[in-house]
């Protein structure tokens, strides 16, 4: 166990339909980061949030959104499912002001039918 | 913002061989370089990190390199088993955030 708790696990979803993957940083990270894995491919950064604020963005879709919630849980929305969002979804958390790398969930895998 | 490649993008191995995975940064602040190993369908781990205040540093069978000057640095796994089969991530970090290099599916036949 990493300390970095995502759920649910697994979610198949519809076409056009609109999810939430949570997720809890291990204890004491103040940064959550949200990335997505398709089949095969490399981690796309979603979006980074850090102590409730938005830090940084990377290639998240319009169609999705995130937030970091005052007990530091996060949620990424996804909204306007599109066959090709079906991916893992990673959460990581960190310490910001220490180099100790990112620790990450076990991740949301997302299928939309 | 910071720029990481890697190479190659897919190594097989004979068990027991060594492997080799390279990866470049472009900007010269970044300071911390982490590796992660990511085994089919589960979450990168965490395997070795290098900070740049250090030239080389090795854990067991894994190993990682680091050259400033030249701004690339290096993952090494010798006697390699079957259970280093993954995908293999570099990364590098600027200001406490990290960018990752593309991954290397690394392969080790029997």
């Known amino acids: 166990d990493s300390g970095v708790t995502q759920t649910p696990k697994h979610l198949i979803t519809a076409t056009g339909q609109r999810v939430t993957l949570r997720c809890s940083p291990r204890s004491g990270d103040l940064s959550v980061y949200w990335y997505q894995q398709s089949l095969d491919q490399g981690l796309q950064f979603l979006i980074q949030y850090y102590n409730g604020e938005e830090r940084a963005k990377g290639n998240i879709l319009e169609r999705f959104s995130a937030q970091q919630f005052p007990d530091l849980h996060s949620e990424l929305n996804l909204s306007s499912l599109e066959l090709g969002d079906s991916a893992l979804y990673f959460c990581a958390s960190s310490v910001e002001d220490r180099n100790y790398g990112y620790t990450f969930g076990s991740g949301t895998r997302l299928t939309v039918v | 913002g910071e720029n990481v490649e890697q190479h190659p993008s897919t190594l097989s191995v004979q068990e027991g061989d060594s492997a080799v995975i390279k990866c470049t940064y472009s900007?010269?602040?970044?300071?911390?370089f982490p590796w992660y190993k990511q085994e089919l369908g589960k979450r990168p781990q965490l395997i070795i990190d290098i900070r740049s205040n250090v030239g080389e540093k090795k854990d067991q069978r894994i190993a990682v390199t680091l050259n400033k000057t030249a701004k690339h640095f290096s993952l090494h796994i010798t006697e390699t088993q079957p259970e280093d089969s993954a995908v293999y991530f570099c990364a590098a970090s600027i200001n406490y955030k990290l960018s990752f290099g593309a991954g290397t599916t690394v392969t080790v036949r029997a």
């Open positions: 900007d010269s602040a970044s300071n911390y």
